[in-house]
Nanobody
Framework: QVQLVESGGDSVQAGGSLRLSCAAS????????IAWFRQAPGKEREAVAL?????????ATADSVKGRFTISRDNAKNTVYLQMKYLKPEDTAMYYC???????????????????WGQGTQVTVSN
């Protein structure tokens, strides 16, 4: 099993920056991908960034955050980060990290491809 704990959410002004952290524990040997999702009230869950823990750590970001968000990892700390810059009010959401249980291959954007989820951390961006 994998446990994930997010932290770093806050209330910030538009144009500001935040770094979210996702700390993983438990057995992660069968995990290939970590994803950051976000969900605002009344909206569908949206994947914003993916990282493949294998193959050198390939990453991908959604068009809605491309050029502003960066996903990265620190293997020594078993932690994945989401660096968010130039934040916009539309970025306001609960942010979750998630882990799959694959032993290889690529990562997916669908939320039902992920088996383990953190509790979420709130990001609020105001004008």
């Amino acid at each position: 099993q994998v446990q994930l704990v997010e932290s770093g959410g806050d209330s910030v002004q538009a144009g500001g920056s935040l770094r979210l952290s996702c700390a993983a524990s438990g057995y992660t040997g069968a995990t290939s991908c970590i994803a950051w999702f976000r969900q605002a009230p009344g909206k569908e869950r949206e994947a914003v960034a993916l990282i493949n823990l294998r193959y050198g750590g390939n990453t991908a970001t959604a068009d809605s955050v491309k050029g502003r968000f960066t996903i990265s990892r620190d293997n020594a700390k078993n932690t994945v980060y989401l660096q968010m810059k130039y934040l916009k009010p539309e970025d306001t959401a609960m942010y979750y990290c998630a882990a799959d249980r694959r032993n290889g291959g690529g990562c997916y954007w669908r939320h039902d491809e992920y088996s383990y989820w953190g509790q979420g951390t709130q990001v609020t961006v105001s004008n």
